[in-house]
């Protein structure tokens, strides 16, 4: 089966400075794949340049079967891919709701707006209590949430996700990745990076490790799960 998304030989540059040097990955429609990786080996600048927030400076971002690399940020995330950003990236003077309504912008169908809305609300409730709060005054764990379910409203075909656990306390993590088991379950395709090791193994099928930025060890999350190279590459020993 042709996978959803299939990265070849990444590069990104930043002026001189390398973002990733040589990633590679799948991941197959209806999956759940992490990304992992110590602090600066490229995950973010992975998803961002799968999303087309920064340029692909070689390589190919193929996207059903279509090369997106090079293409606008906003013709990708019409094409059915979206991104929940690390620091999210909210209109944090709008509501709650308007945050959520912003995210359906590229959706061609309008009349699917409310029905995606009740999907958000009920897979986080917190945000439903909350959907007249202006976004700037929500905790940590609240934006985070809403950076998820703004980029659900899009009804992506894949879903992007960089570390949604960060700073969050652990009743929360454990309702967040609740809610990732559920849209797994639901069939959604999503491209998880994390650093926590564990939690990622736990909710993906499969998952990549990188290493300044090349994609260096890969396999099925339960063999991850107890591969000693992970931890190593981690710990930096080489
Ligand atoms: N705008 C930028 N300009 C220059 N270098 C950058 C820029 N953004 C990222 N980098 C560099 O690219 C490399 C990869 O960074 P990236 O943010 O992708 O890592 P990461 O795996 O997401 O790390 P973290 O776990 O800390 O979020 C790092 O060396 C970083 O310093
Ligand atoms: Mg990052």
């Known amino acids: 089966m042709s996978a959803l998304l299939r990265i070849e030989h990444l590069e990104v540059r930043y002026g001189d400075l390398i973002g990733v040097a040589d990633v590679s990955l799948e991941v197959p429609a209806g999956s759940v794949v992490a990304l992992l990786g110590s602090n600066g080996s490229g995950k973010t600048t992975t998803l961002n340049a ?80 909350r959907r007249n709060q202006r976004a700037g005054t929500m905790s940590g764990g609240e934006r985070q949430m809403l950076a998820v379910g703004r980029a659900l ?61 090349r994609s260096v060890l890969q396999g099925p999350a339960t063999e991850m799960a107890h591969n000693p190279d992970v931890q190593k590459i981690y710990l930096g020993i080489e």
Do not use: C
Not at 87 to 107: D, Y
Not at 171 to 195: C, N, P, R, W
């Open 153 to 213: 409203m899009s009804e992506p075909k894949l879903l992007l996700l960089d570390e949604p656990s960060l700073g969050l306390a652990p009743a929360i993590v454990d309702s967040m990745y609740d809610a990732f088991a559920a849209l797994h379950k639901d069939g959604q395709t999503i491209l998880l990076a994390e650093q926590s090791v564990d939690l990622a193994l736990e909710a993906a099928d499969y998952a990549y490790v990188l290493q300044v930025g």
């Open 50 to 129: 799968i999303a087309g927030i920064v340029p692909v400076s070689a390589g190919t971002v193929a996207f059903d079967g279509e090369n997106i690399a090079g293409q606008p940020a906003y013709a990708i995330v019409r094409k059915g891919l979206a991104l929940s950003p690390e620091g999210w990236r909210l209109f944090t003077q709008q509501s709650v709701e308007n945050n959520l309504l912003l995210g359906a912008t590229p959706l061609s169908d309008r009349k699917r707006i409310p029905q995606l809305l009740e999907r958000v609300y009920a897979v986080f409730p917190r945000l439903a209590e």
